[in-house]
């Protein structure tokens, strides 16, 4: 059985900061996914992973992907008020279209 | 605005009732899918669509009856649900394969209320 793991559950950072999420999951998987939700809202896709060393960046967040460890990271650079939100990482199964979540990181950025 | 999109946003219903949640989509997915989720925790899946075909039913309670009439509408519908049950549900599509690199894109969900 596919297990998600992230930490921290909770993270409180002051703006300007930089700091990173961790994504560890346990079996083989084909594609590892980064969202984006804000309360009481739908989940916004933010990065899809592929392959071993894959890295990609958008604005002030990075992801990337070791497959051999079964680590993805999420590192957020000089963080701004606006990045408060929750996020997912999901891993896809190896066969077929099933995504298991990560529990979500609850990010607050304070001024 | 989503290119998914779920009707109603938001339902209030009693543990008698039977109702019904959609979702469209046109994109031209052929996998759609079903979610349940609770207050600060992540999507649980429920049900998997694809080709209009069911392909995963994640153990949920008959209570709980998916249909999928065509490629662009996915449907839920609900009867004799119980309190546990209010929840945010959130319908996705997908492609079914070819293009890797492509998420599974989210609707903005229904919210509802078992009283």
């Known amino acids: 059985e596919l297990k998600v793991e992230q930490n921290p559950l909770f993270l409180s950072m002051q703006e300007g900061k930089n700091y990173t999420i961790y994504c560890n999951y346990s079996?083989?998987?084909?594609?590892l996914y980064w969202y984006r939700q804000d309360p009481g809202k739908s989940l916004e896709s933010l990065f899809v992973l592929l392959s071993n060393g894959a890295v990609k960046q958008e604005g002030r967040l990075m992801a990337s992907l070791d497959t051999k460890a079964r680590l993805s990271t999420l590192h957020i650079t000089a963080a701004v008020h606006d990045l408060s939100a929750t996020y997912f990482c999901a891993v896809r199964m190896e066969y077929g279209n099933k995504l298991v979540f990560g529990a979500g990181t609850i990010l607050r950025v304070k001024s | 605005d989503t290119e998914v999109t779920q009707t109603p946003k938001h339902l209030v219903m009693g543990m008698t009732n039977k109702k019904s949640l959609k979702c469209e989509q046109h994109m031209g997915h052929r996998a759609m899918y079903w979610y349940k989720q609770k207050a600060k925790k992540p999507p649980e899946l429920m049900f998997v669509?694809?080709?209009?075909?069911?392909?995963i039913n994640e153990s949920v309670p008959s209570r709980f009856s998916p249909e999928c009439p065509n490629s662009s509408l996915l449907n839920l519908h609900l009867h004799a649900l119980q309190p546990e049950d209010s929840a945010l549900y959130l319908c996705a599509s997908s492609q079914v394969r070819g293009q890797r690199n492509q998420p599974q894109h989210f609707g903005d969900g229904t919210r509802l209320s078992i009283l």
């Open positions: 669509y694809s080709y209009e075909k069911l392909s």
């Open positions: 079996t083989t998987s084909d594609r």
